[in-house]
């Protein structure tokens, strides 16, 4: 089976249960979102999706090309997330605020890490990039989780929730 028809299978399925998960937001708040999304993201919304995954330490989240094959949106993204990852790993989480809003979940307390409390993980995907946020600090794993079901809100026409992964670190 090619890989684009796996991933659309998950995100069919998975699209059924983010619903009952997480209360969408708005029509108007999703339009928002979008709008400013597409003044920070490179990549088209409708092209790709965000995965969510919370961990047992904190959280992956992935952005994925719908069609593996798209390699210009392979490209937006994986310059985008490293070059977020850079940010976050110095504290700078303002491109989650400029979409999102400064009321953001989880965001208030991921600015208040300290240098190094979350280790920032940037890596490449076949189909597009992932950054892997892990912790020891309790406040923060939560902050983390907030935050990511926050993005999976916003979102909602275009990220889904990935599986657990308590099994990863």
Request: hydrophobic content about 40%; proline content about 7%.
């Given at each position: 089976m090619k890989y684009s028809t796996v991933a659309s299978l998950l995100i069919a399925c998975s699209v059924s249960v983010s619903a009952q998960a997480l209360e969408k937001a708005s029509e108007q708040r999703l339009d928002e979102v979008a709008q400013r999304?597409?003044?920070?993201?490179?990549f088209n919304l409708e092209q790709t999706t965000h995965v969510f995954s919370k961990t047992k330490k904190g959280g992956v989240q992935q952005v994925i090309a719908k069609d593996s094959s798209n390699i210009e949106q392979i490209k937006f993204i994986r310059e985008h997330l490293?070059?977020?990852?850079?940010?976050?790993?110095?504290?700078?989480?303002?491109?989650?605020?400029?979409?999102?809003?400064?009321?953001?979940?989880?965001?208030?307390?991921?600015?208040?890490?300290?240098?190094?409390?979350?280790?920032?993980?940037?890596?490449?995907?076949?189909?597009?990039?992932?950054?892997?946020?892990?912790?020891?600090?309790?406040?923060?794993?939560?902050?983390?989780?907030?935050?990511?079901d926050a993005q999976l809100t916003d979102h909602s026409r275009h990220a889904i929730p990935g599986h657990n992964m308590h099994h990863k670190q």
């Open positions: 999304g597409a003044h920070v993201m490179p490293s070059k977020i990852s850079q940010e976050f790993m110095q504290g700078d989480f303002s491109d989650p605020a400029k979409i999102h809003g400064e009321a953001m979940p989880g965001l208030s307390e991921l600015r208040a890490a300290q240098p190094g409390q979350i280790k920032i993980v940037y890596k490449e995907l076949p189909n597009g990039a992932e950054i892997d946020y892990s912790t020891d600090n309790a406040k923060l794993i939560k902050a983390i989780h907030k935050w990511f």
